[in-house]
């Protein structure tokens, strides 16, 4: 395996996308929002099909060159970037979540309600490891280069998580809580994580 961290491209969207949609299977808002087991793989496909898409598009997508672990990152200026509701895409949501689809807006309201409002940041919106990958360092690995892009542009980063044994991780990784929160109408717990703006290291 190439432990290499590189920017992933269109060429690497099927990788990619069955890497994170395997990571968070069972993951707790996932679990929430999809809580069919038997559909949930196939579902989970679409949206991270969809989430890695447009990050190719507006974000930075990093990542082994095989896709043992992807991370999703949007830049400053586009960390509170949405497609409007009644954009003709949104209708692909439909057929994800079904009649559970409130319960995915809710989250995504909760999400954006916890983020910092300015825009002066580096988010890492999505990062996961091939299930038979973990355990291998590869997830710190990937967020560190995506924090290193974070230097170089003198941001802090943001992340959120619904993961509890992931917060320790990100503590480890210099991320401290910003705020926790539960999702509206009994939805999962969620950390809104910040860490702050370091020196870029290649600078003389």
């Given at each position: 395996m190439d432990r290499s961290i590189v920017q992933l491209g269109p060429g690497h969207h099927a990788a990619a996308t069955a890497t994170l949609a395997a990571a968070f299977h069972d993951d707790p808002a996932m679990c929430w929002m999809l809580p069919a087991a038997e559909t949930r793989a196939r579902r989970l496909t679409a949206l991270c099909g969809w989430m890695v898409r447009e990050h190719l598009s507006i974000g930075m997508v990093l990542g082994t060159p095989g896709c043992e672990v992807v991370t999703l990152w949007r830049a400053p200026g586009k960390v509170h970037f949405h497609e409007p509701l009644?954009?003709?895409?949104?209708?692909?949501?439909v057929p994800i979540f079904r009649r559970h689809l409130p319960r995915a807006l809710r989250v995504d309201d909760g999400i954006r309600r916890h983020l910092p409002p300015d825009e002066r940041w580096m988010y890492l919106k999505m990062a996961g490891v091939r299930p038979d990958c973990q355990g291998k360092g590869l997830g710190g690995q990937a967020i560190r280069a995506g924090l290193a892009e974070a230097a170089?542009?003198?941001?802090?980063?943001?992340?959120?998580?619904?993961?509890?044994?992931?917060?320790?991780?990100y503590q480890r990784l210099g991320f401290a809580t910003r705020s926790e929160w539960d999702v509206a109408g009994g939805g999962p717990h969620f950390w809104t994580m910040t860490r702050p703006a370091e020196p870029d290291p290649t600078t003389p």
């Open positions: 009644w954009h003709p895409g949104a209708l692909r949501f170089r542009l003198g941001v802090p980063a943001v992340l959120e998580t619904a993961t509890p044994a992931n917060v320790g991780l």
